[in-house]
């Protein structure tokens, strides 16, 4: 069994929130897949936002020089 078929195999908390109120689990729970749905669009959104700005970076060949901006501790 390939790894990537056994990860996919086990189900996400959004999909067992979403499957217990089609089985007629209370309306409430509509809330929770809602919830855990915007923060699964949240956290995509995040890493696209990172991936860009990592790429941005890189284009501009800033990445790994952080402490280039910062001056010099004189130490006396």
Do not use: F, Q
């Amino acid at each position: 069994m390939s790894t990537l078929h056994a990860c996919s195999a086990r189900p996400s908390p959004k999909h067992l929130a979403a499957e217990a109120v089609t089985r007629g689990a209370p309306g409430w729970l509509n809330l929770l897949v809602l919830v855990l749905a915007w923060d699964a669009i949240k956290i995509g959104l995040l890493a696209i936002a990172v991936l860009l700005r990592w790429v941005g970076l890189a284009a501009r060949g800033t990445v790994g020089r952080r402490n280039d901006r910062r001056p010099a501790a004189s130490y006396s």
